[in-house]
């Protein structure tokens, strides 16, 4: 079960918009409105992406208002993230 959760995380990563996604968050918080303006993406393409990186338990939601913000969920998620920059 623990592979498959493993595996789950890296097939959600191996999407370079995702990475580029997780790269922002782990930087700060965002919509996702902002977070397609900081990358360069439109919404409906950004919010596909969002909802892999949820499933796979990268990020988190909370309501603020009328948006919805993303962040990374917890702290290594940040750490996997620069253990990888180190690498590539």
Do not use: W
Request: some cysteine; aromatic content about 2%; hydrophobic content about 35%.
């Amino acid at each position: 079960m623990k592979n498959e959760r493993m595996a789950k995380v890296f097939l959600a990563l191996c999407d370079p918009t995702r990475l580029q996604i997780v790269q922002k968050l782990a930087k700060s918080k965002g919509c996702v409105q902002e977070i397609g303006r900081s990358i360069g993406k439109n919404q409906p393409n950004v919010s596909q992406h969002l909802r892999v990186l949820k499933e796979a338990g990268l990020v988190e939601t909370r309501r603020e208002g009328k948006r919805i913000c993303y962040s990374i969920r917890g702290e290594n998620v940040g750490k996997l993230i620069g253990i990888a920059q180190k690498i590539g």
